[in-house]
């Protein structure tokens, strides 16, 4: 499987659309399932005013949308880290499209400098992202229940990765 080059476009107005082509069962089952168009309405607006974070368009070469991909700032066992999530259209996974645009969230994290951490609770039960956590150089620190959907516990692994090595070693 090689790697794919892919760019990563600030969340727009006209990426209501490919935000309703993630909420469907098959892209949804490790999360609670789809969201209603209400909830998808709310989060499309949450993504555009992100306050401390960044929400994007995965776009191949050429400028099609392949998936979503972004970063955001949360509490985490008492620390401040920086927090990744993504979503691939059925019809490109499989090309390295996360793995690419989650490395590119590594470096924008690591640019912003602010936090140690980026960390990423995909389910126990979704191994395509697992994986992509394994490729993208994240460490596996064990596993957690969260909220998620509200009113609902996953169990999540828990990913993270170290952005100032250099510090942790000097």
Not at 36 to 43: L, N, P
Not at 54 to 65: C, D, I, N
Not at 132 to 145: K, N
Request: charged fraction near 25%; include cysteine.
């Amino acid at each position: 499987m090689s790697e794919q080059t892919v760019e990563l476009v600030a969340w727009a107005e006209q990426d209501l659309e490919l935000l309703r082509r993630v909420n469907v069962p098959e892209m949804k089952r490790h999360l609670g399932g789809p969201e209603t168009e209400e909830q998808v309405q709310a989060r499309h607006q949450r993504y555009l005013a992100l306050p401390n974070g960044q929400m994007y368009r995965v776009a191949l070469p050429g400028g099609e949308a392949a998936g979503t991909i972004g970063w955001w700032v949360r509490e985490w066992q008492d620390e401040t880290v920086y927090e990744s999530g993504w979503h691939v259209l059925p019809e490109f996974q499989g090309r390295g499209i996360a793995v690419a645009a989650a490395r590119q969230v590594v470096a924008i994290t690591r640019a912003d400098g602010r936090y140690r951490w980026l960390c990423a609770f995909p389910s126990v039960d979704n191994p395509a992202s697992n994986a992509i956590c394994r490729r993208v150089g994240f460490e596996l620190t064990g596993e957690s229940d969260f909220e998620y959907p509200k009113g609902s516990l996953m169990r999540s692994n828990v990913w993270r990765l170290d952005l100032h090595p250099a510090q942790a070693a000097g």
